[in-house]
C-alpha cells in the first residue's frame, strides 16, 4: 500500500487528506477557519494561529498509516515572490512529519494542489502528460493558466493566460453576500439564494484583452439593493450570472490563442452548480469540473502531487 498525506493551510480552510496510489482512493478531513459574522474574512496572524488550534484537530479525523511520503502547499503560486504566511503551518507540520517519520516532504503551492484535485475528481489525472488550459476561481485568484507537461519539480508547467485585473471572483461573492446579510464565507448560502430569483439576467462582462474586471459588478449590485424593484434573491442570481459570464467570455478569449485545448474549472466558486451548468452548456470544447469537495480549498491535490513525485523518485 501507497499512502501519501497532503496538507493546505489556505487563508480559509485547514485540509488534510490520504490518497492511495494503488486504489485510487482518498480521505479528506478539512474545517473552515472562523470569522466573526460580518466580516470579510482573517488577518494573516489570525489564521496562523486558527491553523495552529485546527491541525490537530482534523488530522485527528484521518486513519494515518504507514505513509510513503507527504505533499504540502507551501506558497500560492509558482510564481517569484508568491507568499502568504498561513502557508507555513501546513509546511512547517509536514517537515516535522518527514523529520520523525524519515519520510521525503515534497512541497508545491496551493494553485497547483487546486488543479491536481480538480483532475483527480474529474477523473482526468492522465492530462498532466498533455496541455490544457485551466481556472482557477477562488476567493484570490480569478485565473486562466495554461497546464504543459514538465519533468520534476513540478511535472505541470504552469503559464499565466490571464486574469482578473481587480477584483477576484470569490471576493466579489463575499462582498455581494455581506450587502445581503450572509455569513462569510457567502458563495454556498448566495447560490440557495439565487435559486429562488424568477427573473432573467444578461451582463456584458468588461474585459481588457483576454483580463477581466469585476469591481464595477460590485457597485451595479449595491446600487440594485438601493431599487425596490430587486430583491435580494435576484441580486445573488445576477452576480452568478455576471460571473458564469465572465467566464465563458474570459475561456473563449483564451481558446483564440490556444484553439482545442480542453479546459478544467477549479477553485471555491466552481462548486456552484449554476456557474457550472452555464458554462458546460456554452463552451464547445471539451472541459472537465472539479467535483464540489474538491473544489474548494482541500489538501487532497498536494497528497497526489506527493504521489507523483515519489514514483518519479523511485
Request: proline fraction near 4%.
Amino acid at each position: 500500500m501507497s499512502l501519501y498525506l497532503g496538507l493546505d493551510t489556505s487563508n480559509y480552510t485547514t485540509s488534510v487528506a490520504v490518497y492511495d496510489s494503488e486504489n485510487g482512493q482518498v480521505t479528506q478531513a478539512k474545517k473552515l477557519l472562523p470569522v466573526k459574522f460580518g466580516e470579510k474574512g482573517l488577518r494573516q496572524s489570525d489564521a496562523v494561529f486558527h491553523h495552529t488550534v485546527q491541525l490537530p484537530e482534523v488530522l485527528s479525523q484521518l486513519e494515518i498509516k504507514t505513509l510513503s511520503g507527504i505533499g504540502v502547499s507551501v506558497k500560492p503560486r509558482n510564481a517569484e515572490g508568491s507568499y502568504m504566511p498561513c502557508f507555513l503551518c501546513g509546511a512547517g507540520t509536514a517537515q516535522m512529519f518527514g523529520q520523525i517519520l524519515g519520510i521525503p516532504v515534497y512541497q508545491t503551492s496551493h494553485q497547483t494542489g487546486h488543479i491536481l484535485a480538480g483532475l483527480y475528481s474529474a477523473g482526468k489525472l492522465n492530462w498532466i502528460s498533455k496541455r490544457f488550459l485551466a481556472f482557477h476561481v477562488s476567493g484570490g485568484t480569478t485565473d486562466c493558466v495554461l497546464c504543459e507537461p514538465e519533468s520534476r519539480p513540478d511535472f505541470m508547467k504552469i503559464t499565466p493566460v490571464s486574469s482578473s485585473l481587480d477584483l477576484k471572483a470569490g471576493q466579489l461573492i463575499d462582498r455581494v453576500g455581506l450587502m445581503l446579510g450572509l455569513q462569510f464565507p457567502c458563495g454556498a448560502e448566495l447560490e440557495k439564494l439565487a435559486v429562488q430569483s424568477q427573473k432573467t439576467f444578461r451582463y456584458k462582462p468588461v474585459m481588457k484583452q483576454l483580463d477581466c474586471c469585476l469591481s464595477g459588478l460590485e457597485n451595479q449590485c449595491a446600487n440594485m439593493l438601493k431599487q425596490p424593484e430587486y430583491q435580494s434573491c435576484d441580486i445573488a442570481l445576477f452576480c452568478l450570472t455576471a460571473i458564469a459570464e465572465v467566464l465563458q467570455n474570459m475561456t473563449h478569449e483564451a481558446l483564440k490563442f490556444y484553439p482545442d485545448l480542453p479546459v478544467l474549472y477549479a477553485g471555491g466558486v466552481m462548486s456552484d452548480k449554476y456557474i457550472q451548468n452555464l458554462l458546460k452548456k456554452n463552451i464547445r470544447t471539451e472541459t472537465a469540473f472539479a467535483e464540489p469537495a474538491f473544489s474548494c480549498d482541500n489538501a487532497v491535490g498536494t497528497a497526489v502531487y506527493a504521489s507523483l513525485c515519489h514514483a518519479d523518485c523511485y
